[in-house]
């Protein structure tokens, strides 16, 4: 099983004339509502790729429809809890050009508890994944637990900071990044990827394919993109790790992890939204490129 404890954001989408100015009100062509945040995207990743994807977070009062919907895309939603704080959210502006302005309020998100924690890891077995990324709290602390309980501990950096990364990094087995994230990270470790004592780093190239680095043997290997034409590059890089990890805790080996999840993020590029269009196994299968 894959253990997620991640965001789960309201995505709110702004068609806009132009970018607002300071001081300008400015009524908006269109308005789109969606499921998202890194969080959610990855355990819907994982649970259409077949997983069993059990969602470690929290919501606030008028966040219900986000879990009801997790649970209609597969996810096991018994470790979500509801707080006083509003759901996370992100307010989006996109102008004509397709260029974005993103404003993103933590909310629930960044009040989740040991205890709730714990309570979810002690259903766990040895061998499972833990997955986090870096739009809540209690990363590190959640990634002790899993070291401890014998999980193989799955970091996402994204968004980017270095100190939350180097936080988590001792207890890290397996590590995802974009290309400027691990750009990033080597400024801030003077170390790259194979370097990290992390057993797999995973980067994400976009339509240049993906790169692993096994931290064991320093070996390098590239998986190939499909090509496409993207119309929307949002989530590709969480559907990417949700399905790699679903292949893994099935008991593929990487390459052929990486190869599915490289067919699944082709066809995300090529949708738009976030969590309500990611592919199941079976469109990833059949899909022709
Ligand atoms: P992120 O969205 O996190 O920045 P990437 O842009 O690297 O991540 O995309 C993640 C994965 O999605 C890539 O490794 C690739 O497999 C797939 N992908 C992304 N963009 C494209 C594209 N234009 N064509 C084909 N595949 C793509």
Known sequence: AIWNLGSINIDMVYALPHMPQPGETLAANSFDQGLGGKGANMSVAAARAGAHACHIGAI??????????????????????????????????????????????????RGLGAGQIGQALSAANAGDILLMQNETNMQAEAAEMGRKLGLRVAYAAAPFDAAAVQAVLPFMDLLFLNQVEAEQLQDATGRPPQDLGVDDVIVTLGAEGARHFDGRTGAVSDVAAQKVTAVDTTGAGDTFTGYVLAALDRGLPMAQAMAQASRAGALMVTRHGAADVIPDLKEVQDAKF
């Open 60 to 109: 606030g009062p008028e966040g219900k429809w986000c879990v009801d919907r997790l649970m209609e895309y597969g996810v096991d939603t018994r470790h979500i809890v509801q707080s006083d704080t509003a759901t996370g959210h992100a307010i989006i502006a996109v102008d004509p050009a397709g260029e974005n302005q993103i404003i993103l309020y933590p909310g629930a998100n």
